[in-house]
């Protein structure tokens, strides 16, 4: 799990209950279930105007890497990219078909393939490159899925507020009923202001750098299987995988 994430999450929404609370406030005075369906039925509902189906479903299944951690170590794979070098040189690239079955990285399983089947290496990088192209692009939809929640979340707490503004307007000889209307009017836009910069903006930026990180590991997995296609010393191989790292995963590394 990233325990950033939830802690950040947790404590945006704690600050500000907090500071409530501390005010003399009380959290039934903000629980409106009226707001709550105008701000995020109207902001679902723009989403799914704006994205096709196909986008929204990546976008909440890729929602996972804004709350867990990468399951991919870059290490490990320089390591074991190495090492393939080491057993070609001395068996030949033939002999690396017996590791494709443990390589659970359909990527990387798919470029160590396209090496054992001896493409030339130029070809092998034009279709890595142009799978990993199409997958940045595909992935990066799911990010804007976020950020236009975030963007439409403010605008419907803004339309919530001027319901509850309009329905306070209709019955001010009724002033009975006045407080729901009002509280209506300024829930939904705490609604719509809050999820949008508490959630829907930090997850969208949280899942970009996530994706970002996962596109460098697959950029290092084609150089590397492009040396070792190309039959690349096994130490200089190392040192230029290497240099995709982070600084302590060099240290480790080292």
């Known amino acids: 799990m990233d325990l950033l994430t939830i802690i950040g999450v947790l404590l945006g929404i704690g600050a500000i209950i907090g500071g409530m609370l501390l005010e003399g406030g009380t959290l039934h005075s903000i629980s409106q279930f009226t707001a709550a369906i105008i701000v995020f039925g109207g902001t679902f ?5 704006t994205y096709p189906s196909k986008t929204v479903i990546a976008a909440i299944k890729n ?14 794979i320089v390591d074991e990219i190495t090492g393939f070098a080491v057993l070609a040189r001395k068996d030949g690239l033939l002999s690396l078909e017996s590791k494709l079955k443990a390589i659970t990285n359909p990527f990387y399983r798919k470029g160590l393939q396209l090496v054992v089947d001896g493409t030339e290496p130029r070809i092998t990088r034009e ?15 799911s990010a804007k899925v976020y950020e236009s929640a975030g963007g ?52 969208a930026g949280k899942i970009k750098l996530k994706l970002r990180e996962e596109m460098i590991v697959n950029e290092m997995i084609i150089e590397g299987l492009i040396s070792l296609s190309e039959g690349e010393i ?21």
Request: negative net charge; proline residues 5%; without cysteine.
């Open 45 to 49: 509902g723009a989403v799914f105007v």
């Open 63 to 76: 929602g996972r890497f804004a709350f867990t951690g990468s399951s991919v170590n870059p290490v490990s």
């Open 152 to 203: 439409y979340a403010p605008t419907i707490g803004i339309l919530g507020a001027v319901l509850g503004l309009i329905h306070v307007m209709e019955n001010l000889a009724e002033p009975e009923r006045l407080g729901a209307g009002i509280a209506v009017a300024f829930v939904a836009t705490i609604y719509g202001v809050g999820s949008a910069n508490l959630f829907w903006l930090p997850i």
């Open 127 to 141: 279709i890595l490159e142009i799978d990993l192209e199409y997958r940045e692009e595909y992935n990066n939809s």
């Open 234 to 254: 096994p130490i200089r191989l190392k040192e230029k995988l290497t240099g995709f790292l982070k600084e302590s995963e060099r240290r480790t590394a080292a």
